[in-house]
Every structure is written in C-alpha cells, then in structure tokens.
C-alpha cells in the first residue's frame, strides 16, 4: 500500500499539466471499470475556466496523479455538469442552480475517481468529499451539489449532503448511461454542519481551520500520511461570464 499521499487543491487554469494528468486517469477508470467511452458532462473546457477548482490526489514526489475531483463554482451562466447531464430529464434542475446562484452562490464535486493504486485506501469517496466541504469556505459559495452514484449515497448523507427529491424521480435519474442510476444530492448551507455526522464532522472543521496540515489517516487498508496543501491560491469571486 501507498504510505504518503499529498492532496493538493488549486485553480485549473494554474496547472495545465496536473489537469492533463487528472483526464487521462479519469478516462481510463471510466472506460477500463464501467465501459464509458464519453459521458455527457465530459468535456475538457474546465481546463481553462477560472471558477473551476481540482483537487488532486498525488504522490509528494513524482506528482504522478491517484485519483481526484473537480469543484465546478457556478458563474450565474456557465452551466454546471449536473445542469448539461440531467436537464433533459427535467428542466427544473437549471431554475433550482440559479436559485441557489442568487442565494450566495453554489458550486458542484463532480469528476470524482481514484485509481487502483489508492483503491481501498478511503481516498475516493471519503477524503476528497470532505476537502471540497472544506474548501468551500474559500469560495464565496452558500452550497454545493454532487450527482451520486448509488454505492456513494450512504457516504454523502454522513457527510451532509441531502437528495434533492423534487427533482427527477424522487432524486434519481439515468446517468451517465440509461442503465446506470444517479442520485442528486446538495448540502444546503456549508456553513451549517447540523447533518454532517461524526467522525466526518471534526476532520471537516480541521481541515477548513488547517488547510495546510500533514494527517496520519486510517483507510480499510491501513494507515498512511497525508499532505493537505488546500489553500486556493489566486482566488476571487468572479462576475459572470
């Protein structure tokens, strides 16, 4: 098992090669493990967008890239992914972002993967949801949507995150294939932790207390170091596009 791994977070446009680098693993756990060739969200212009943030989960040295996610802000006209890959079902889904939007501002974790280097490890669905909680604080949002898969619901819910059930049917819809279910799901206020249960809850707040901080986690597989670099260098609130 890997015994270090640095979780690194900053603006897309700020790091082309780690961009690069996200993409090509991404699309080969896709392709390799669920047989998606292109999905409907995929597409590479989140490497220029400013409002876009990615985090990184990679080795200190080598920097090759495990695994990562994406932190999509809304821009008030940029479609969010949720927004390109579920609207066709219901077109409510884009009145909901621009409500949220008006608000103060919403966000998507979407692009989530890791590889089968860290697989096992708790890196994937765990740590990565609790950086991009923790990093909203730095990015003038009042909340944040992610599309589950039905094997990451449980985890989102422990995290705080609640299906958004006037949308779709009761919350779910075909995606990215017809013979694959999502689930939308949102934290409504990220700075109200009243859904967010223990232990995700203390590592949340240290984390947004300590963006830069070294952890010794505990996965299925074992304990191993962790570098959290999460200041979001170069950030400010945008106006829309």
Same mark, same amino acid.
């Not at 603006?11 to 993409?23: G, L």
């Not at 409510?92 to 993967?113: A, F």
């Not at 949102?186 to 207390?209: A, H, M």
């Given at each position: 098992?890997? !015994? ?15 961009? =690069?680098? #996200?993409? &090509? ?23 220029? $967008? ?8 990679? $080795? ?5 890239? &495990? ?7 809304? $821009?008030?006209?940029?479609? *969010? ?7 066709? &079902? ?7 972002? /621009?409500?949220? &939007? ?5 966000? =998507?974790?979407?692009? @989530? ?5 860290? %697989? ?17 604080? /730095?990015?003038? @949002?009042? !909340? +944040? ?9 449980? +985890? %989102? ?8 059930? #006037? ?5 779910? #819809? ?7 279910? %999502? ?8 700075? $109200? ?12 707040? *240290? *984390? ?31 106006? %829309?596009?």
């Amino acid at each position: 098992m890997i !015994s270090k791994i640095q979780i690194r977070v900053f603006r897309a446009v700020d790091d082309p090669e780690a961009c =690069e680098k #996200f993409i &090509y693993g991404h699309r080969k756990i896709l392709e390799i493990y669920y047989g998606i060739i292109k999905i409907t969200s995929d597409n590479n212009a989140w490497v220029k $967008d400013p409002n876009t943030v990615v985090i990184v989960a990679e $080795d200190p040295e080598t920097k090759k890239v &495990y695994g990562g996610a994406r932190v999509q802000v809304f $821009d008030g006209q940029t479609p *969010l992914p949720i927004d390109s890959a579920v609207s066709k &079902y219901d077109q409510s889904v884009t009145d909901y972002i /621009q409500n949220e &939007y008006k608000r103060g501002g919403t966000c =998507e974790l979407c692009g @989530v993967w890791n590889s089968k280097e860290i %697989a096992g490890m708790g890196v994937g669905s765990h740590i990565l949801t609790k950086v991009a909680v923790a990093i909203t604080s /730095q990015l003038h @949002v009042k !909340s +944040i949507f992610v599309l589950c898969a039905p094997g990451t619901v449980r +985890i %989102a819910k422990k995290h705080g995150f609640e299906v958004v059930t #006037f949308l779709g049917n009761n919350g779910l #819809f075909y995606y990215p294939k017809d013979d694959f279910v %999502a689930t939308v799901m949102e934290f409504k206020d990220v700075f $109200d932790f009243q859904n967010v249960q223990e232990p995700e809850l203390s590592k949340i707040l *240290l *984390l947004r207390n300590n963006p830069d901080i070294v952890v010794n986690e505990a996965g299925p597989k074992g304990t191993f170091e962790v570098i959290y670099l999460m200041n979001v260098a170069n950030w400010e609130k945008l106006p %829309a596009k």
